[in-house]
Nanobody, 118 residues
């Protein structure tokens, strides 16, 4: 089992920045990737980005490329999502995920809300 706890969500004006954190505990060594997803009201959950836990390589959705950056601190078992140049359409619940080698989600966090006002 892997437990994931997100933090750092909140209200920010368009053009502003936020940094989300995801603290992992449990069998974290079993996860190949860690990822971020988001879900806006009335929409399906969508992929935001992921990081290879060992090598640090990243991949992003086109909608956030160049604005969002994923990083991790292996010693703290924590992943971060730095979000810059935020837009109202980034408003969503942001979820942290532990993913296997096939990039399928094995575990979800509880989510943290991000609201971007125009």
């Amino acid at each position: 089992q892997v437990q994931l706890v997100e933090s750092g969500g909140g209200l920010v004006q368009a053009g502003g920045s936020l940094r989300l954190s995801c603290a992992a505990s449990g069998r974290t060594f079993s996860s190949y990737y860690m990822g971020w997803f988001r879900q806006a009201p009335g929409t399906e959950r969508e992929f935001v980005g992921r990081i290879n836990w060992s090598y640090g390589s990243t991949r992003y959705a086109d909608s956030v490329k160049g604005r969002f950056t994923i990083s991790r601190d292996n010693a703290k078992n924590t992943m971060y999502l730095q979000m810059n140049s935020l837009k109202p359409e980034d408003t969503a619940i942001y979820y942290c995920a532990a993913m296997n080698i096939y990039a399928r989600v094995d575990y979800w966090g509880q989510g943290t809300p991000v609201t971007v006002s125009s």
